[in-house]
């Protein structure tokens, strides 16, 4: 079964043409099925970048998915014009009656800003919450997994010495979590932060499921709050990182070429993707889970 997003979603046309079914509405309605309900908080500044990454990996399910893609509320977006937020995005304020399957909350540009310094830390604060009661199982990405970590259990961030930048090859500690069934033992996952976790700061509940001795933890799950934290990106394309460089580079900034990206470390060479399948892999997984425990009746989701 294919996703369902708006019909004329600019990212419809990049996933269709990787081969990603896409379903429209008339199809999707004629289906005797209840298809699973799922938001995508979208806090990165190119939000249609974003939003491609996250439907090519939702949209590779055999399952019927309903995709939404929401907003908060008390947020003037610089990067993405008005008119294309108020077509495709709903506010979170406009979706919080709603129940959902599954959420997505993704990271936001502002690594080094204290939590409470951010201007929708309160929504933020209120979203959080509003997942414990309206959503059955919510992904949280980098600076969303660093801010539900500090909210839900007091988990306390660092500045690391340097920023973790590249394509890392990490540690699969949790092999039982059914989110990570047939993962090899070092996947290779993308990072760009600044910021880890004291370890010493995590409170009980939660398991470390991915890890890496020399730039910090990965993924956590926990069962309590029907969740998972991921600080790093596997949902990121060939030219997330090699983008983020050259901006860098042009805004004068000394920052080194993403490790193990480039053959060779050839900055001028086409970036090697090796990470591809395990994305699919993990988000194929985390859907599967969803589908076997959700409730049929979205209202007794929380």
């Known amino acids: ?70 907003r908060v509320t008390d947020h003037q977006s610089k990067n993405t014009p008005e008119d294309y937020l108020n077509s495709f995005y709903q506010t979170w304020e406009e979706v919080k009656e709603r129940k959902f399957d599954g959420f997505i909350v993704t990271g936001a540009p502002i690594a080094n800003m204290p939590f409470e310094d951010v201007r929708y830390w309160p929504e933020m604060l209120e979203i959080m919450e509003w997942t414990r009661t309206n959503v059955h199982h919510t992904m949280f990405i980098c600076w969303g997994a660093q801010a539900a970590l500090h909210h839900f259990h007091g988990a306390r961030r660092y500045r690391m010495d ?16 059914p989110f990570l069934r047939g993962m090899s033992d070092s996947p290779m ?44 990106h596997l949902e990121y394309d060939n030219r997330s990182l090699a983008d983020e460089y050259e901006r860098d580079i042009a805004a004068g900034l000394d920052t080194p070429p993403p490790a193990n990206l480039f053959p060779n470390g050839d900055t001028s060479a086409v970036p090697e993707n090796r990470w591809r399948s395990h994305a699919h892999l993990l988000f194929q997984n985390w859907i599967n889970e969803i589908y076997q425990t959700t409730p049929f009746d979205l209202e007794e989701i929380g």
Not at 3 to 25: H, Q
Not at 29 to 55: S, V
Not at 198 to 213: K, M, Q, T
């Open 1 to 70: 079964m294919p996703i369902r997003i708006p019909d004329d979603l600019p990212a419809r046309k990049t996933l269709e043409e990787e081969g990603v079914n896409v379903m429209d509405s008339s199809r999707a309605a004629r289906q005797d099925i209840r298809p699973l309900e799922f938001g995508l908080l979208n806090l990165m500044p190119n939000k249609e970048r974003t939003e491609t990454q996250f439907a090519r990996l939702i949209g590779a399910t055999p399952l019927q998915i309903n995709l939404s893609l929401v």
């Open 162 to 177: 340097k920023k973790a930048f590249g394509v890392f090859r990490h540690k699969v500690t949790g092999p039982r979590s």
């Open 189 to 232: 996952i993308p990072v760009s932060r600044y910021n880890d976790i004291d370890r010493d700061s995590l409170g009980d509940g939660l398991e470390v499921l991915i890890d890496n001795d020399q730039i910090g933890l990965c993924m956590l799950g926990d069962r309590n709050e029907r969740a998972v934290y991921f600080l790093n």
